[in-house]
């Protein structure tokens, strides 16, 4: 911090802060506040549950947002008073209070100016995630519900609620699947960046022998569809099949054959719901869950006819991009932004903002560069 004058940092600070807030626009968004509480008043609003969840967390996410810039906005000016109280006093322990808020500062003005680049047509969609287990054998099944764990917490500490659709249980360890929804509104466009293969090194804790493995697990990203979303599935086109729900072990979950798999033929997409008691819940959920895959599917196909157009070259995030090694040293580094951290323990136990943020970053310069050329 040696030689930079705090006050031309503040200065520096409130011109990114009050861009942010000319994006975020905060006049709509009180307006828009006010409307969600007079819809969260109306004594029907639980007629449709559903729906009812969707507005109650939406006025969440917009008052939590609308608190978080007016308060670092308070926080600035706090500020500026610390450091001339500071000055005057020749109080070197306040002059230090006052540089460590400035640092805490620049993270959260940093982050905030983060989700004003989340502006692509579903960003703001909350994020339907498939993990499944890729090469590894059991460490890879493993190293998937080790993933799995991982986004759970990271939503559980954002205050995110989450619904788990599906898991499948490998034989000996971990899973082979699992699906669930983030249900926060930019859930997509905050975590769309974590769409691809993740490798983890580490001495098996299933070899006898104590060799060190490599196994790896995808991470599938998609927006949730909504009533506005045209997708048209061909009720021929889908063959679906009813099985028992099984637990860790392959224990029942239930006595009957209430889990759901629907295959969709034309595409080859497979999606599985036994999260619910009833069958025809499960086939509800599980049909959404095909949506979600086909409407990806129709975004990313007319993402690739734009680029030819423009003939550029398509980027694809569905390729290795995160290495977690845990031996011989202990580093989990980020491929594409370089982005490290030197406590996996951490990271696996959802500490993921960073990354987040450096790929969220990365991708739209990666975009602006792609869309330069048309």
Not at 83 to 111: C, F, P, V
Not at 269 to 297: D, F, G, H, P, T
């Amino acid at each position: 911090m040696a030689g930079i004058d705090p006050a031309e940092e503040i200065n520096e600070l409130a011109g990114t802060l009050r861009s942010i807030q000319d994006v975020l626009d905060l006049d709509a968004m009180r307006k828009q506040i006010e409307e969600l509480e007079q819809q969260v008043a109306a004594p029907d609003l639980w007629d449709d549950p559903d729906q009812a969840q969707k507005v109650t967390s939406k006025l969440s996410h917009l008052q939590g947002e609308l608190n978080r810039v007016e308060g670092v906005a308070r926080r600035l000016d706090d500020l500026t008073v610390l450091y001339e109280l500071a000055a005057e006093e020749g109080d070197d322990d306040t002059r230090a209070e006052a540089d460590k808020e400035l640092e805490s500062l620049r993270s959260d003005i940093g982050a905030m100016e983060v989700r004003t680049l989340l502006s692509g047509e579903y960003d703001s969609r909350e994020a339907l995630v498939t993990i499944n287990s890729q090469a590894g054998g059991v460490d890879a099944a493993d190293w998937a519900e080790m993933l799995f764990r991982m986004y759970l917490r990271w939503a559980e500490r954002k205050g995110y609620s989450t619904e788990v659709y599906d898991t499948s249980y490998a034989e000996e360890a971990g899973i082979k699947s699992a699906t669930f929804t983030i249900k926060s509104p930019y859930a997509y466009g905050t975590l769309r960046g974590e769409h691809g293969t993740h490798r983890l090194v580490r001495i098996s804790p299933f070899d006898n022998q104590g060799r060190r493995q490599t196994s790896f697990a995808g991470v599938d990203v998609v927006p949730v569809v909504e009533q506005t979303d045209h997708i048209d599935i061909n009720e021929d086109e889908l063959r679906v099949d009813v099985y028992r729900s099984s637990g860790p072990g392959g224990q029942g979950v239930n006595t009957t054959d209430s889990a759901v798999r629907i295959t969709h033929i034309p595409s080859g997409i497979v999606v599985s719901c036994q999260n619910e008691r009833s069958q025809l819940q499960n086939r509800a959920s599980a049909m959404n869950v095909l949506q979600a895959k086909l409407l990806e599917r129709k975004r990313q196909e007319e993402a690739e006819k734009m680029s030819e157009l423009r003939g550029a070259t398509t980027t694809s995030w569905g390729t290795q991009i995160r290495n977690y090694v845990l031996h011989p040293y202990q580093i989990v580094k980020d491929l594409r932004t370089g982005t490290e951290a030197g406590n996996p323990t951490a990271v696996l136990d959802g500490d993921l903002d960073e990354f987040i943020e450096s790929e969220i970053r990365w991708m739209r310069r990666q975009e602006s560069e792609g869309g330069a050329g048309s």
